[in-house]
């Protein structure tokens, strides 16, 4: 079982839909203190549009140092909590299965079925190759941008962590190797990294939609510049659509509470 926390949900009759794969498909998300309301809004998000039952685990780096797992110093370029510990996934989820991590500030627009459903036994990962390089220097609160090779890559990451190649990711390896080493997938030849289509790592500012062409309508909307949740961001690209989702939390939460 996971060290941390988890929220097992299913909806409607996802259960009896999909018997062989009735076991919650496990999604990892990061959590940083300071974006607790994106991280709720990702989550949601994801549970709302899921025709299958879902783990949603937020990896908390508090939790993971109370467990021993995490303990290393965080660096002067790490703009989140999560920066590292993210590659923990296949650690977390026992080094079995197909498991999802996910920065927090991403809207999801499609079913996660969807994704789950590309995943490939003969890759170690899956992810959106893209081919980015922002110009910004600064990035959300004031967090310096960094720019590196396969950047973005490890911001949403389909891990078959059954993969012999993955048990390389332990918590010792995590917590000493270098942000080149991880956030490049180092450990894996490249013809162990499957590629997913970029509408499931949407970069605002980046990635365009083309009127008329389904295929670049984001299935999920990465905020990785900053999101409507900073005050500085509020109107960004498709700022709108995280706003809604987030009175639409907040009312299914109030119903809960009554």
């Not at 110093?73 to 996910?102: C, D, I, Q, Y």
């Not at 080149?180 to 162990?192: N, Q, S, V």
Request: contains cysteine; proline residues 5%.
């Amino acid at each position: 079982m996971s060290t941390v926390v988890k929220d097992v949900h299913s909806n409607g009759n996802a259960l009896s839909q999909n018997a062989p794969n009735s076991k919650p498909f496990k999604i990892f998300i990061g959590y940083d203190p300071c974006e607790d309301v994106a991280y709720e809004v990702c989550r949601y998000s994801l549970l709302k549009r899921s025709s299958i039952p879902l783990e949603i685990i937020p990896i908390k780096q508090s939790e993971l140092r109370e467990k021993g797992l995490y303990w290393r110093e965080r660096g002067k370029l790490e703009s989140t909590e999560f920066s590292f510990s993210r590659f923990l996934t296949p650690h977390l989820a026992n080094f079995e299965g197909w498991a999802m991590f996910v920065d927090c500030d991403f809207l999801y627009l499609g079913d996660i079925k969807e994704l789950r459903d590309m995943v490939d036994d003969k890759y170690a990962v899956m992810c959106v190759q893209h081919d980015y390089a922002p110009k910004e220097t600064t990035k959300m609160d004031g967090a310096v941008q960094t720019v590196y090779p396969r950047k973005n890559w490890s911001s949403m990451v389909l891990y078959n962590c059954g993969h012999p190649k993955n048990r390389v990711l332990t918590p010792e390896i995590v917590n000493t190797e270098s942000g080149a080493f991880l956030h490049r997938f180092t450990w894996l030849e490249d013809g162990e990294i499957g590629e997913v289509p970029f509408v499931w790592n949407f970069l605002v500012g980046h990635n365009k939609v083309v009127e008329g062409d389904p295929t670049t309508f984001p299935k999920s909307i990465h905020y990785t510049l900053g999101g409507p949740w900073f005050e500085a961001w509020k109107d960004c690209e498709f700022g709108d659509l995280w706003l809604k989702e987030l009175e639409e939390y907040k009312k299914a939460t109030e119903k809960k509470v009554d």
